[in-house]
């Protein structure tokens, strides 16, 4: 339903009167409102952005528009418009309409929408007929005009109808004024740090488009046969292009929640550009092994680390393990001459977050791998640690083939490889060798 100057105006009373009867709502929800703007720092576009992909619908096109203009900062869509929930999950806080279609979106309307407002001297919103903007000032006097009030109010808490209207074409415009020249280097260096691995996770986005006072990079997600093709366009010209391969595994977590793990590797066998974990966006746990994983984790209030000894990211975390190596058994079927590729994506290359380490990943992943036809055996087959494979540093595998060298695994001169394979021999208890011949 869309958003009527009645309907806002009958919400504005009603903030007054629960503010009326109780003045400690008001302090609450003015600190509650600052929390998350300290809390959300540093990811305050993909908040936006993510509030944006929740809303894309099939019928449209399924764009997000960044563009920053001198102190103007807008964010553009053509979803779902606001609707009543929307709103009063801006004006109330932890209240989202996104509660009813969880399993549908990422986050959380009301939440996300606070994490700017650090930004902003004034937050502007056209969508379809709903045209207002919240300020601290506005909300300030509307309150004391109603209540003989001193301290400061959430600036979400009164919208203020506006007459403007949006010029734009897309369904929903989100505008900031912005606060000053702080606030537009941060806002640049976020927008700068924006790469196509982002559409890779997103549930519904396939192009975004950031402008900074003119500059045009637009990234864009196409589907073909085999790949998940990644295009960069600078003011128009395509500048670059990735072919992604993605496995992705959903499912029922428990009654309430769906779970999604998703794999990306690069088809040229290049490092992604940020070796972290992914929770749709990117956050800040090191990953170090060359693909992307994303999880629907259970991430703290700045969306950037994993909660600790929380059950469902133990979950999450047993079923990536089971895709990742899924997905490097896939490899394996894809060469007719076996190697060293499959596994490749499996070896992490550097240190592991923290949190990461507590939840025991790596100790997960190898208990898969043991049983996991991966080792390319020198008769172009692949066989398991299971199989008692076997494997000598001296080179001698190079000149030996045959069914009774079945357990003899491929010499390799990749150091990465040699050096996995060594470590694998120090934590398996089954025959694999990486010594000289005895």
Known sequence: MSVTKEYINDKKEQQINV???????????????????????????????QNADDELIDELSKEILIKLDGDKLSVFNYGNPFNEEGLDSLMLSNLSGKERRKKLVIG??????????????????????????????????????????????ATLAFPEIIDEVGESGFTTEISLI??????????????NSINGSILLFLNRAEAITVDINGEITTYRKEESTKYTIVKKFINGALVNEENWVISHQTGAYDKER????????????????????????????SFPYPVLLHGTFELDDNRNDLVIGNPMNEFVLEKAAALMV??????????????????????????????????????????????????????????????????????????????EF???????????????????????????ITGCLP
């Open 406 to 432: 079945g357990e003899l695994i491929k010499w390799t001169s990749e150091e990465k490889i040699k050096k996995y394979l060594k470590s694998l021999r120090e934590v398996n208890s089954k025959r694999l």
């Open 326 to 403: 899924l997905t490097a058994e896939k490899i394996t079927k894809l060469r007719r001459v076996s190697n060293y590729d499959a596994i490749s994506i499996l070896i992490p290359d550097g240190d592991y977050s923290k949190r990461i380490k507590e939840y025991r990943f790596e100790e997960k992943l190898f208990e898969i791998i043991k049983a996991s036809k991966l080792f390319p055996n020198v008769n172009d087959r692949y066989i398991s640690l299971e199989d008692d494979a076997i494997y000598y540093a001296s080179g001698i595998a190079k000149f030996l083939k045959g069914r």
């Open 178 to 191: 912005v606060k000053g020249k702080d606030e537009i280097e941060d806002i640049k260096k976020q927008m």
């Open 19 to 49: 503010y009326r009867a109780d003045n400690n709502r008001i302090r609450a929800d003015y600190n509650r409102e600052q929390k998350y703007m300290v809390g959300y720092h540093g990811r305050e576009l993909l908040e936006m952005i």
């Open 108 to 153: 959380n309307k009301g939440t996300g929408f606070r994490s700017i407002l650090g930004w902003a001297q004034k937050v502007i919103i056209h969508s379809a007929d709903m045209h207002v903007a919240f300020s601290e000032e506005y909300s300030n006097s509307f309150l004391r005009e109603a209540i003989p009030y001193n301290e400061k109010v």
């Open 258 to 285: 769906d779970y999604s793990v998703s794999v990306a590797y690069k088809a040229d066998g290049s490092l992604p550009e940020n070796q972290v974990l992914y929770s749709y966006f990117p956050t800040q746990e």
